[in-house]
């Protein structure tokens, strides 16, 4: 038995809700097809977006969504992406996949998209092929109000008023795809651009975000802090948890994989924990007051791409497996609320550890959407400090929400349940509710043909509590979630 002590007066810090933001690239069929249908397909849709799916993530409240890139980013020329669709120049993804795309989906559908789900903007610029004027001119076109000649042009294409941008990323990977930069030419570059995003709106500050380090490169934080730190609002991590973390051409299936594939991927998924302390350490010797946010803007399981489809367009199944890593990782986040104020899985639809995977006109939840939707209520709650003598393949996490608590826990051992005691130090318990996403195998996934294999469902057994406890006992390949009020 582990036990886990909760004290309110012991708190970690407030849950940004951007901690449950969501990355769509343009790569694959994560924006075409998936999001995109466009007007006049047979697929409902409203202004082009497939209701769908709109519709689906309007349930999981999807905070804020990361757009264009990715790699994609700094390949992105805005300007070919507005006016007249017909008369919109054609973009080859050179990154992904290398089909060229007709670029209906542009920034007035990007926020048509948000205005749909009700999520904040995050924009990533172009710093490695783009000018310093054309990022300039786009956050004019995007935010500026008033009279100029992006407004105007912003008017002619149908939108008199600004859009608000919450974030706006300066490149991506500015150390690999977005230029193959070091840290001190990056810095200089960084604060060169940065110099001409102009925050239009005061009342909405737009945030500034600068690429950070891949995984444990701590020498890229250190670099950028020293010389960058005080023009930047957030540093932004990238980490993917892979099965084989040495062959990146052969990582491993998401699908019929062996017992030691799920061992080195919860190992590098929980590795995270070990990357956000370690960054965070050093940002502290520049930022002791935790003004800037670490932003883990890229995070999710990455396989090798599903059978027959383009190895470039990363499309890949979602499992129990991948449900593990979505709640260990959100924990994870969740205990560094003094520093991780925002995260963007990658991605959100059709690539990578998606929340939706869309055939044609057919849609199926993975089993990471409903981590997602079943740690909602943890979205601007209050993460407290507990202490625990958990199992090495358990992780919790307490938030103080407005009804109560909201307990979270994952159980990434394959084989054997655990039981899980908390311990409450202050409040009473009057109440719980609790409900279980589990796998009976550890590729249990839904598909088109079985879209309800792995749904959460309500917790009946296993679970009790008395006036100042409650105990759970958690299965192996399991997610749970306890309201407690
Ligand atoms: O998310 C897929 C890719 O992973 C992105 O384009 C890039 O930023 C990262 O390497």
């Not at 349930?59 to 017909?86: K, N, S, T």
Request: hydrophobic fraction near 35%.
């Amino acid at each position: 038995m582990g036990t886990v002590y909760i004290d309110d007066h012991r708190r970690l810090g407030h849950i940004s809700k951007y901690l449950y933001g969501q990355f769509s690239e343009h790569l694959g069929r994560g924006i075409y097809g998936g999001l995109w249908v466009g007007p006049d397909s047979d697929i409902p849709n409203v202004n082009g977006m497939r209701s769908d799916v709109v519709a689906a993530l309007k349930e999981i409240q999807v905070p804020v969504l990361r757009w264009p890139g990715g790699c994609f980013a700094d390949e992105y020329h805005w300007q070919d992406g507005i006016g007249p669709m017909d008369q919109r120049k054609k973009i080859v993804n050179n990154n992904w996949g290398g089909v060229p795309e007709n670029n209906y989906f542009g920034t007035h559908e990007y926020f048509e998209l948000l205005r749909q789900i009700g999520a904040d903007a995050y924009v990533a610029g172009n710093v490695g092929s783009g000018t310093i004027q054309e990022m300039q001119a786009w956050v004019e076109y995007m935010t500026m109000s008033g009279t100029s000649p992006m407004t105007e042009e912003r008017a002619k294409n149908g939108h008199p008023d600004p859009w608000q941008v919450k974030f706006f990323g300066i490149g991506n990977e500015n150390w690999g795809c977005g230029g193959n930069m070091r840290p001190e030419y990056y810095a200089d570059v960084y604060r060169q651009y940065q110099t001409f995003v102009r925050n239009y709106d005061p009342a909405h500050p737009l945030l500034k975000i600068a690429c950070g380090p891949n995984h444990d490169d701590y020498h890229w934080t250190d670099v950028i802090m020293r010389q960058a730190g005080n023009y930047l609002d957030g540093l932004a991590l990238h980490h993917y948890a892979l099965p084989s973390i040495q062959h990146f051409e052969e990582k491993g299936s998401a699908l019929n994989f062996p017992e030691k594939e799920w061992r080195s991927l919860m190992q590098d998924a929980t590795d995270m924990d070990n990357l956000i302390t370690r960054h965070s350490a050093i940002m502290d010797q520049y930022d002791p007051d935790k003004k800037k946010s670490l932003v883990v803007d890229e995070w999710g399981t990455w396989y090798d791409a599903a059978p027959g489809t383009n190895p470039g367009f990363l499309y890949q199944q979602n499992t129990i497996r991948d449900a593990c890593v979505a709640a260990l990782t959100l924990h994870s986040f969740q205990h560094h609320v003094d520093r991780v104020h925002m995260a963007n899985i990658a991605q959100m639809v059709n690539v990578l550890q998606a929340m939706i995977l869309t055939d044609g006109a057919e849609l199926v939840k993975t089993p990471t959407y409903y981590v997602f939707k079943m740690f909602l209520d943890h979205q601007e709650a209050t993460a407290l400090a507990t202490q625990d003598d958990l199992p090495d393949t358990v992780t919790t996490s307490v938030s103080q929400t407005e009804h109560g608590y909201l307990l979270s826990l994952v159980n990434f051992g394959l084989h054997t349940a655990e039981d899980v005691h908390y311990a409450f130090q202050t409040s009473p318990v009057t109440s719980v509710t609790g409900e279980i996403l589990r796998g009976d195998t550890m590729d249990a996934h839904n598909d088109f043909d079985t879209p309800n294999e792995v749904v959460p469902v309500a917790l009946t057994t296993g679970l009790a509590y008395d006036t100042h406890s409650v105990t759970v006992t958690i299965p192996p390949m399991s997610v749970i979630t306890i309201h407690v009020a």
